[in-house]
């Protein structure tokens, strides 16, 4: 037997677009640098939940990685291969996003901010 699953929506204060990576082809259908676009036609209301910072080295360089949990309305097809853009933030999903309680209610998603 499933939980009931309950989302407040007083808690998704956030405008988030979510966005796919696409291959680019130049005028002779050659593949150029891949680009993002936005799949979803206008932004998503959503949690964004600052989780935690850390700095590590790595080949003799300071690595920071800060992490955020992503909580929206269930939308279907979203993957590890989406990232979410958050203003002027763009984070990419770590790991499969989780249908919480599997009621097709609320997606959770563990994100690692980065560059672009």
Do not use: F
Request: glycine share 8%; aromatic share 6%.
């Amino acid at each position: 037997m499933t939980a009931a699953v309950a989302l407040d929506a007083g808690r998704l204060t956030e405008r988030v677009t979510i966005q796919a990576r696409k291959a680019g082809r130049d005028g002779t259908g050659a593949r150029t640098a891949e680009s993002w676009v936005d799949i979803t036609t206008d932004p998503t209301w959503a949690e964004v939940l600052p989780l935690a910072g850390r700095e590590g080295w790595t080949a003799r360089q300071v690595d920071a990685e800060i992490t955020h949990r992503v909580v929206m309305r269930y939308r279907s097809g979203v993957t590890s291969k989406h990232r979410i853009k958050w203003g002027s933030v763009y984070l990419n999903i770590k790991g499969p996003p989780r249908n919480v309680g599997n009621a097709n209610v609320m997606l959770e998603m563990d994100c690692v901010e980065t560059e672009d």
